[in-house]
């Protein structure tokens, strides 16, 4: 049973560029979270989504940020014209309805 | 808005002893409280969980303990191994069924040989 899957690992862009995450939860599990740690800084809540819904996006940036996690196929985290300040570790986690959330190895985006 | 805080950011300790980590947060209790372990350049991994009406969880050299009244969490590993060295962040959450975690910023453990 493959742990959650996330791609690519490292991922750079020039400012202005889009970027797109992907993460495959574990199997079985169908909500998905996103997080984002910035250099130096504790992991930030972004988006939880379930099949086909986003079900809290209280932590996501309202502009050129997106999550979508379809019936078939990963969740995606879409940032449209990346800025400097997008340069973090986004990582993806995977539950069922329980409380214990398994966490990805994460994407480093640098944007330069 | 909810503040969660961890003792130090940093923290040596001997080979052998106990390791004790603290987090306090602020505002009102969360339904339950996890610690991860995160080592450089990988994804947290679980480690325990209790829940608010639970005051300790034990798990082989591993202990956690949880004190509404005080709004504190102490996370020990006792019997510490070099291999025990990383980063452990506590993190809270306030719904059952929704695994939005709010995280403190971590402690970085090293364990001296």
């Known amino acids: 049973n493959a742990g959650v899957m996330q791609n690519p690992r490292h991922l750079v862009r020039r400012r202005g560029q889009e970027a797109r995450l992907r993460c495959s939860p574990m199997k079985g599990h169908s909500h998905v979270y996103w997080y984002r740690q910035l250099p130096e800084e504790g992991l930030k809540f972004m988006v939880y989504?379930?099949?086909?819904?986003?079900?809290?996006e209280s932590g996501m940036p309202k502009e050129r940020f997106s999550a979508e996690f379809p019936k078939e196929g990963p969740s995606i985290l879409r940032i449209q014209q990346v800025v400097r300040g997008d340069s973090a570790a986004y990582f993806c986690?995977?539950?069922?309805?329980?409380?214990?959330?398994?966490f990805g190895q994460g994407t480093r985006l640098t944007v330069v | 808005s909810q503040k969660i805080e961890q003792n130090s950011e940093a923290l040596n300790i001997q080979e052998g002893k106990t390791a004790t980590l603290t987090c306090n947060y602020t505002n009102y209790s969360p339904a339950y409280l996890q610690w991860y372990r995160q080592d450089p350049g990988r994804g947290p991994v679980f480690l325990l969980l209790i829940r608010e009406n639970e005051k300790e969880k034990r798990k082989e050299r591993l202990k956690v303990t949880f004190d509404t009244t005080l709004k504190q969490s102490l996370f020990h590993i006792t019997a510490s191994q070099p291999a025990d060295s990383a980063t452990y962040l506590c993190?809270?959450?306030?719904?059952?069924?929704?695994?939005?975690?709010?995280f403190g910023t971590g402690t970085r453990l090293t364990i001296i040989p």
């Open positions: 993190a809270l959450s306030f719904n059952f069924g929704n695994e939005k975690l709010t």
């Open positions: 989504l379930q099949k086909e819904n986003i079900i809290d």
């Open positions: 986690a995977s539950s069922t309805e329980g409380y214990q959330a398994f």
